[in-house]
C-alpha cells in the first residue's frame, strides 16, 4: 500500500507526500528488519540457555563422578597396598588369610571414567560454541574436553593384565561369594567394596594365596596397576577445581 501511494505521488509531483511516503516506506523496511533481530537474538538466546542448561548437567555428572572413583579407586590402591605387604613379606590383613584373598582379588577392581561431552560435542559440530558467550569458559571447556579425549584418557580406560591373571587364579567359589557378598552397585553409577565374611576356611584361604604366589608375573603387574591407578588418581583430581570453576562461570553466564 505504501509503495502504491508513493508511487500515485510520484507520478503527481505531490513532493510532501513523496517526502511523507518514503519515511514511512523506509521506517518500515527498518522496522521489519529490526523485528526479525530481534526475534533471531530470542531464537539465539533460548537456545543458549538450552545449551547452558545441559552443560551444567554435564559438568555436574562429572563432579559427581569423580568423587566417587575417588573413593572407589582409593580402596582398590588400599586392597593393592595390602596384597603387595603380602607378597614381600608375608604378612596377612589382619591375620587373616581370607581378607587377604579379598585384597589380592578387590585389587583387581576397575572403574573406567569418560567425561560426559554429548552437548560440547554438539555444539562443536554444529559450530555453535559462540553461543555461549563468557570467552574464558568456552576456553576452559575446550581445554577440559581436548585433554581427556587425548591427553590422560588412557589412564581412565586401561584394562590391567593383573586383572585377568588374579581372576584367573581365584577359584571360582571365591569370585561367586566376592560379587555376591562384597561388591554392591547400589546404582549404574556406583560401586561399593563392602566387608564380607570368608566362604571358605582359613585353610583353604591360605592354598589360594599359595597358587597366587606361584605366578611370577602376578607380583609386577600387581605393583604397575596400583601405580597406574595412584596417578590416574592425583590426575582425577585436578579436574575438580576445573569443574567447579566452570559451574559457576556457567550459573553466572545463566543469569544474564
Given amino acids: 500500500m505504501i509503495l502504491r501511494r508513493f508511487a500515485q505521488a510520484l507520478k503527481e509531483q505531490n513532493w510532501t507526500s513523496i517526502a511523507i511516503e518514503f519515511v514511512l516506506l523506509v521506517l518500515g523496511v527498518f522496522l521489519g528488519i529490526q523485528v526479525a533481530n530481534w526475534n533471531e537474538a530470542r531464537v539465539e538466546d533460548a537456545k543458549a540457555r538450552a545449551y547452558l542448561a545441559r552443560v551444567h548437567g554435564n559438568f555436574a555428572s562429572d563432579l559427581l563422578s569423580i568423587e566417587r572413583r575417588e573413593v572407589f579407586w582409593r580402596q582398590v590402591i588400599d586392597h593393592g597396598k595390602h596384597a603387595i605387604r603380602y607378597a614381600e613379606t608375608g604378612e596377612l590383613v589382619d591375620g587373616s588369610a581370607w581378607k587377604t584373598v579379598l585384597a589380592f582379588y578387590q585389587a583387581s577392581q ?4 569418560v567425561t560426559a561431552d554429548s552437548t560440547y560435542q554438539e555444539m562443536r559440530s ?13 576456553d576452559a571447556m575446550s581445554s577440559y574436553y581436548l585433554e581427556n579425549g587425548s591427553g590422560t584418557a588412557y589412564l581412565f580406560a586401561m584394562q590391567p593384565e593383573y586383572r585377568k591373571i588374579v581372576r584367573g587364579l581365584t577359584p571360582q567359589i571365591v569370585a561367586d561369594h566376592i560379587w555376591t557378598r562384597c561388591w554392591l552397585q547400589p546404582s549404574p553409577t556406583e560401586q561399593q567394596l563392602p566387608d564380607c565374611q570368608s566362604p571358605i576356611s582359613e585353610a583353604d584361604a591360605q592354598v589360594v594365596l599359595d597358587g597366587y604366589m606361584k605366578d611370577a608375573t602376578l607380583l609386577p603387574e600387581l605393583r604397575f596397576w596400583v601405580a597406574n591407578q595412584g596417578v590416574a588418581l592425583n590426575v582425577i583430581g585436578n579436574y575438580k577445581p ?5 559451574l559457576a562461570r556457567e550459573e553466572s553466564e545463566a543469569a544474564r
Fill in 126 to 138: 554444529g559450530g555453535e560454541l559462540g553461543l555461549i558467550r563468557d570467552q574464558r569458559l568456552r
Fill in 242 to 246: 576445573i569443574l567447579q570453576d566452570m
Fill in 110 to 113: 576397575l572403574w573406567q571414567w
